[in-house]
Nanobody
Framework: QVRLVESGGGLVQAGGSLRLSCAAT????????MGWFRQAPGKEREFVATLRWNAGSTYTYYADSVKGRFTISRGNAKNTVDLQMNSLKPEDTAVYYCAAARIVRSGITGEGAYDYWGQGTQVTVSS
């Protein structure tokens, strides 16, 4: 059974950095699509970044709101992805969710493109 486990959330001051990690356990596929979404209080969940990896090729895509500040990358362990978040702003405060897809689908910024979800980790940026 596939399970996504997130770690690395916390409280940071504006301008600071945090690194989130997501590990996919029980992952039976040779490649993967793993991404991050976030949900702020009173708002809908929104796309943050995604990474597609297969046979040595990596593709990444970011929301405009985080481009240049956040970096998604493969983690050191197998079937893991990290999200390095720099120059954090109070508006980045949200619960961050890791998501994974068994296959590559169109609309990778939409929740429907993903099959599995983590439990979420809180990121709070103080002003």
């Amino acid at each position: 059974q596939v399970r996504l486990v997130e770690s690395g959330g916390g409280l940071v001051q504006a301008g600071g950095s945090l690194r989130l990690s997501c590990a996919a356990t029980g992952w039976p596929f040779s490649g993967y699509v793993m991404g991050w979404f976030r949900q702020a209080p009173g708002k809908e969940r929104e796309f943050v970044a995604t990474l597609r990896w297969n046979a040595g090729s990596t593709y990444t895509y970011y929301a405009d709101s985080v481009k240049g500040r956040f970096t998604i990358s493969r983690g050191n362990a197998k079937n893991t992805v990290d999200l390095q978040m720099n120059s954090l702003k109070p508006e980045d405060t949200a619960v961050y969710y890791c998501a994974a897809a068994r296959i590559v689908r169109s609309g990778i910024t939409g929740e429907g493109a993903y099959d599995y979800w983590g439990q979420g980790t809180q990121v709070t940026v103080s002003s």
